[in-house]
Structures are given as structure tokens and as C-alpha cells.
């Protein structure tokens, strides 16, 4: 089992922000070309491989996570999900529809303000957060 973290923009995240925080060894990976999805990106947010370390307490990296997302431009769509899948690939090819797959989740609409000082404490998962700025 593991968890993973994705964000779904339909902006591009700089490469300055990927590259700073690969430094701490937070890794985002835009996987759209593993997806079928539409005019979005697609970031995985890991340690390389999940995000066990980062998302179950005690929490790593949380100010790297949240420089991430404050990067992001625009509204985007937030989700840690609790998998029996042990790496992100076979999640993913299994799920190809990827609009549909978060289709499955609950929603919940949140401002970003609001997102941000709940990370990570108070976000739970298998919840699917549309973020508005």
C-alpha cells in the first residue's frame, strides 16, 4: 500500500519551483503522457518513488508541498490517494480515464487560503480538493 499525490492544473508548474525542490528531495513529475486528460497537466508530488513519508504523519517536507502548490497559477485539483498499488505506474495505467477515476472520489470545493492552512493536518484521503484561488 501506498500513498500518492497529485495535482491537476491546467497550467505548467515552473521548472525554477521543480528544480528548488528536488534540492530537498521532493520530486514533481508531470505524468500526463501516462493519462488520457484533457487540456490539464498532471503532477505527481513524491520522494521519488510515493508519497508514504510525506503524506502520514509524521508529515516531511510539508514547506516543500506547500511551495508546490502555492506555485500553481490558477484554480487546480488536489488528491492524496491511499492505494494498494506500490508505485504510481500501475495505478495510472489502470486508471487511464483519469477524469473519470476522480470521478469516484468526494469533492469538496475549498478556496486556496483556506486548502493551504489545512496542509496536511486536516486533508484527508481519497478526497478530491478543486482548489480556487
Known amino acids: 500500500m501506498c500513498y500518492f499525490i497529485f495535482a491537476e492544473t491546467s497550467n505548467t508548474i515552473n521548472e525554477e519551483v521543480i528544480e528548488r525542490n528536488e534540492q530537498s528531495s521532493l520530486y514533481v513529475q508531470n505524468l500526463s ?9 498532471l ?13 502520514v ?13 502555492i506555485n500553481i497559477e490558477g484554480n487546480f485539483n488536489f488528491i492524496i490517494i491511499d492505494s494498494e498499488k506500490d508505485d504510481v505506474e500501475p495505478l ?32 484527508k484521503f481519497d478526497t478530491l480538493y478543486k482548489i480556487k484561488r
Open 43 to 55: 503532477y505527481h508530488i513524491s520522494n521519488g518513488h510515493c508519497a508514504c513519508d510525506i503524506a
Open 57 to 69: 504523519s509524521p508529515h516531511r517536507l510539508i514547506d516543500n508541498v506547500k511551495d508546490v502548490l
Open 92 to 123: 495510472l495505467e489502470e486508471n487511464k480515464d483519469f477524469e473519470s477515476f476522480l470521478s469516484k472520489f468526494e469533492t469538496v470545493e475549498i478556496n486556496f487560503n483556506e486548502f493551504i492552512s489545512k496542509y496536511p493536518n486536516q486533508i
Open 33 to 41: 503522457n501516462l493519462v488520457e486528460i484533457k487540456d490539464k497537466n
